[in-house]
């Protein structure tokens, strides 16, 4: 690793976890959370800013993780895709996208996902302008967005039954189990 | 918790969330390990060892690469090796229909950014700094930047032997035949960029028998591996791919771009190599959509009956061949738009650039035809006093229609039906303040015809004031109002689905039966790329339905499978979901067959062949009945079964007759706009768009592929074009190339026609480019609509709006 010898302690708590950190000052928080603690929930989109891929909650706040610098989040509290979820419990918003066509490539929706986590911590019922301007920093190249903002809007009405998340959460956890189990 | 994910994890096996069959809304069974960051996409890749590859981009678009020094970068501490042409062991240059283009430049760059060295490193940084001290020295050649130019004698030669890539004709009818009313343009198409989420990406793992296993996110690993193969001297089964998650496509991920790279330094350094392209080196490794110049003339008669469309168009190709020939072939076979037309000569010609490749983008070909036919759909209907829905449904085609090609549309073809239908789709208020989206997304408002009788502007919407990004300049709030012109626009296009003009078009999958203890589980396994259209949903709603299995599980492509062919042209859906229900009906047989001996029948009797799968069962007119688990308990049934959709065939190289597509995909789009006039903003109100997808195979996914077509369609139509000036692109960003947010897209009316085509499994038709064809000259229209401007290009510019058209470049 170059510049070694630069390197500068961070502490953060992340999804709930401390960690004491050893890491480059001039590497972005998106690069120390998918290299340094390997949780590549976290996308990277364009290196500047202009795609949310990389937002994460820092103190709660969306915040932008390719524009921070690790001393920016020394002792603050972030949340990652990775944390969203209560164990297996699915947050709302999660289970209103898979089920509602709230994703495809799916690329651009863990980043979609604190944005919209972030507005709901906020406003619980926005309207439907409300969430376009929320989600205005978030680029999908595949919904065309409809669907994105229909599903955050049923997961702030709680309008998605509690069947469909059974099942779903039922179909990920099998799925996971399974890939677990695949050789290779 | 951390989530480092192994090669193997990718592997994700997807399965029990899928609950039903075809035509039901089934969930993605990859969408909740979306949802919670678990889906391994190609850049997640992770293993213990492994190092980064970064790659050394020529700065000049044409340049002769007089000499490479490595060895400052080989000096660098935590660099493991840096590769040129020299390294390159097999053939030394690929390419999707020639392989025209060096794997890494050999004595010359031929557009900017083509990869001259590739670095391997401990780590990214290492491999970036490593790739800076790769000293090339270049020495400038000639530029030739203009397709027009490029095709004119004398202009410097990209290749040896000219500047041409293909030129097809179609000639059909009268080519001297004169028409009462006749309207000429010429028209222009900006490069479009697919501009996926994530970037290219995969990692290469070096094997002990000397071959490699990349994991890679692609459109088509078979094309891939024998490209790969092909450049390291390999036998393709030494080459082993396997599909990482993808982040987007759009045509973008056809041609190769870091595959060989990867390998070749994976089986250097015997490590694993992992590369990640930044968003800049992004738009500098894949082909764009391509940029056009068109000129059309279409002639009338006074009733508004066509008698005959000329067009000659002007492709750039850029640097390489990648598809540009396909591209071409669409242009010219699609090029008089989904219209009965009695005299036809199109001219299209694909050229040689030193511009970056262009190749697959989702249209390929058709939107940039569609863009200008349907421009002058509309300039005839002005000149004739024709409402343009109008003049458009009087020559629409219908089932039968002999196209200019000469071959007659065998399924149906509701274009006036489609054109009709946004016709009389919801309006969105007009001049009314506050959210106009309403509560529910829907535009209320009354039904009826938006559009005057010339498809003149609605008039001023007047003041408003309420919620912001309701107007033109959203949240900048450059205006109240004042100036703000509402617009109506119509348009209507068509897409061939599948490959064309004689390709052996076909796809592979295989299916698993097993029982234990009673339970009944399906696997099917294909190497057809799910890239975010929902093909891993469809797999498994077939085989639900074909075998009346409820646990099916889609297993991760790969090239353990036979080829499936690209996600590409509208096809997988129609293509291998073909192959997987032949694959099913060939497991059906051997359940049959088993059930026969069960049951005590002849294998012939037809009261098997009319039995029925359902809920695990088999169940036969007469009553009897098996319970299939049983019949497969400790006997599996497998069966691989390659599918073809019917022959195309060439077209005749001086008419360009022949029956050169298997199928079509019909949309048409109404646009409503309302535009700054004065500022040159413009809001698009709403959209309201129908098409014909035969079956909807899944009735949400498609409304999702109709959702996202339709928005690029809108970004090409008001923002997106990589910018070039001399060879070099001048906005290799997200910061300067814009593409639509949420804020831009409005809110659409979908309507969905599902007519059969019976010659199509299930009668479905391609769903996901038809959306991206109409809804650029639909909203294009709509400023015009509102402007009275020309508008010859897209993309449209504030300052074409204000000023008028600007001299094409």
């Known amino acids: ?184 | 918790m951390t989530t480092a994910l192994q090669p193997g994890d990718v592997r994700h096996r997807l399965g029990r969330g899928v609950d039903g069959g075809i035509g039901t809304d089934a969930s993605r069974p990859d969408g909740t390990l979306k949802a919670t960051g678990q889906f391994g996409f190609s850049s997640d890749l992770w293993t213990e060892g492994m190092i980064w590859g970064a790659t050394v981009r020529s700065p000049h678009p044409h340049a002769a690469v007089v000499s490479v020094d490595v060895s400052a970068a080989l000096g660098m501490p935590g660099v493991h090796c840096v590769l040129t042409h020299d390294d390159v062991p097999g053939r030394k240059t690929y390419g999707l229909e020639s392989p025209d283009q060096p794997v890494l430049a050999i004595d010359e760059v031929r557009y900017q950014g083509e990869p001259v060295a590739v670095v391997a490193a401990d780590d990214p940084e290492t491999a970036r700094r490593g790739a800076a001290l790769v000293r090339v020295e270049y020495r400038l050649l000639p530029l030739v930047v203009d397709p027009v130019a490029a095709l004119a004698p004398g202009a410097p030669e990209v290749h040896p032997g000219g500047n041409l890539v293909r030129h097809v004709k179609i000639r059909r009818g009268d080519p001297s035949a004169r028409a009462e009313v006749v309207v000429s343009g010429d028209y222009e198409v900006g490069m479009q960029d697919q501009a996926f989420l994530g970037t290219e990406s995969g990692m290469a793992v070096p094997a002990e028998d000397g071959g490699v296993d990349l994991y890679i996110a692609t459109q088509w690993l078979h094309v891939d591996r024998d490209q790969v193969a092909a450049s390291l001297g390999l036998p393709p089964e030494k080459v082993r791919l396997t599909l990482a998650g993808v982040g987007g496509a759009f045509g973008a991920r056809e041609d190769v771009s870091l595959q060989i790279h990867l390998c070749l330094l994976a089986l250097r350094t015997g490590r694993p190599v992992k590369m990640v392209y930044s968003r800049q080196e992004s738009f500098f490794g894949h082909v764009h959509r391509h940029p056009a110049r068109l000129h059309y003339t279409h002639g009338a008669d006074r009733e508004g009956r066509l008698v005959f469309v000329h067009a000659d168009m002007v492709f750039d190709g850029g640097a390489y061949l990648s598809s540009s020939t396909a591209v071409v072939g669409n242009a010219a076979t699609l090029g008089a738009g989904p219209y009965d037309v009695p005299n036809v000569s199109i001219d299209v010609r694909g050229a040689y650039t030193n511009n970056p490749p262009c190749g697959a983008m989702r249209g390929f070909g058709a939107v940039q035809a569609c863009f200008a036919y349907e421009s002058q759909m509309d300039k005839l209907a002005a000149a004739l006093g024709m409402h343009p829905v109008d003049l458009r449904t009087r020559n629409a085609m219908t089932e039968g229609s002999s196209l200019p090609t000469g071959q007659v549309v065998d399924s149906a073809a509701p274009v006036a039906e489609l054109l009709n239908r946004v016709r009389v789709a919801p309006m969105p208020p007009v001049a009314s303040a506050g959210d106009a989206a309403g509560p529910t997304g829907d535009a209320a408002g009354p039904t009826g015809d938006a559009a005057g009788p010339t498809g003149d502007a609605a008039g001023p919407t007047g003041a408003r004031s309420g919620a912001t990004g309701l107007l033109p300049g959203g949240v900048a709030n450059t205006t109240h109002g004042e100036g703000v012109v509402r617009g109506v626009g119509f348009a209507v296009g068509f897409k061939n689905v599948g490959y064309s003009e004689g390709f052996d078009d076909y796809s592979t999958a295989r299916v698993l039966l097993t029982g234990a203890g009673g339970r009944l589980m399906a696997s099917v396994h294909s190497a057809a790329c799910e890239v975010g259209q929902g093909l891993v949903t469809v797999e498994a709603q077939i085989v639900r339905s074909e075998l009346g299995v409820d646990e099916v599980v889609v297993e991760t492509a790969d090239t353990q499978v036979g080829s499936a062919g690209s996600t590409s042209a509208s096809r997988q859906t129609y293509v291998t979901g073909g192959a997987v229900r032949a694959a099913c009906q060939a497991v059906r047989e051997e359940l049959l067959a088993r059930a026969a001996a069960v049951l005590g029948l002849e294998p012939d009797d037809p009261d098997l062949a009319e039995a029925e799968l359902v809920g695990g069962k088999l169940l036969c007119r007469s009553g009897g009945t098996v319970v299939v688990a049983d019949l497969v308990e400790g006997s599996p049934v497998e069966r691989t079964v390659q599918w073809r959709h019917r022959p195309t065939e060439a077209l005749h190289p001086d008419t360009g007759q022949g029956r050169a597509h298997v199928q079509y995909s019909f949309a048409a789009h109404r646009a409503i706009v309302d535009v700054d006039v004065e500022l040159g903003l413009v809001h698009v109100v709403q959209i309201a768009t129908a098409q014909d997808v035969g079956r909807a195979m899944n009735p949400a996914a498609v409304v999702g592929q109709i959702h996202g077509g339709t928005t690029q369609g809108i970004g090409l139509a008001l923002m997106e074009e990589i910018q070039m000036a001399d060879g070099k692109v001048r906005n290799p960003s997200f910061t300067d190339y814009l593409i639509p947010t949420m804020p831009d897209v409005p809110p659409m009316h979908v309507e969905v026609l599902e007519l059969a085509d019976p010659h199509a499994p299930y009668g479905l038709r391609g769903v996901g480019e038809a959306p991206t064809l109409s809804s650029t000259p639909a909203v294009v229209a709509a400023v015009r609509a509102a402007t009275g401007r020309a508008l010859a290009r897209v993309p449209v510019r504030p300052e074409h709006i204000v000023f008028g058209d600007l001299t094409p470049q």
Not at chain 1, 6 to 29: F, S
Not at chain 1, 38 to 46: I, P, Q
Not at chain 1, 155 to 167: F, H, I, R, T
């Open chain 1, 1 to 184: 690793m170059s510049g070694a010898g630069e390197k500068q302690v961070v502490r953060l708590t992340v999804n709930g976890e401390d960690h004491e950190l050893l890491v480059r000052p001039h590497a972005t928080v998106l690069e120390l959370l998918r290299e340094d603690l390997r949780l590549t929930g976290t996308k990277h989109g364009c290196e500047l800013g202009e795609c949310g891929a990389c937002t994460v909650l820092v103190d709660g706040q969306a915040q932008l993780s390719c524009l921070l610098l690790p001393g920016q989040v020394d002792g603050a509290c972030l949340t990652t895709i990775e944390g969203l979820a209560d164990g297996p419990v699915l947050h709302p918003l999660q289970r209103a996208f898979a089920a509602l066509g709230g994703l495809q490539c799916g690329y651009c929706t863990p980043g979609m996902l604190l944005a919209a986590k972030a507005l709901l911590d906020t406003n619980p019922t926005p309207s439907r302008q409300q969430i376009k301007e929320a989600l205005a920093g978030n680029l999908c190249r595949c919904t065309g967005y409809a669907a994105i903002v229909d599903a955050v809007e049923a997961a702030a009405l709680g309008a998605v039954e509690a069947a469909a998340q059974d099942a779903v959460e039922a179909a990920a956890l099998g799925a996971v189990e399974a890939a677990a189990r695949t050789p290779r």
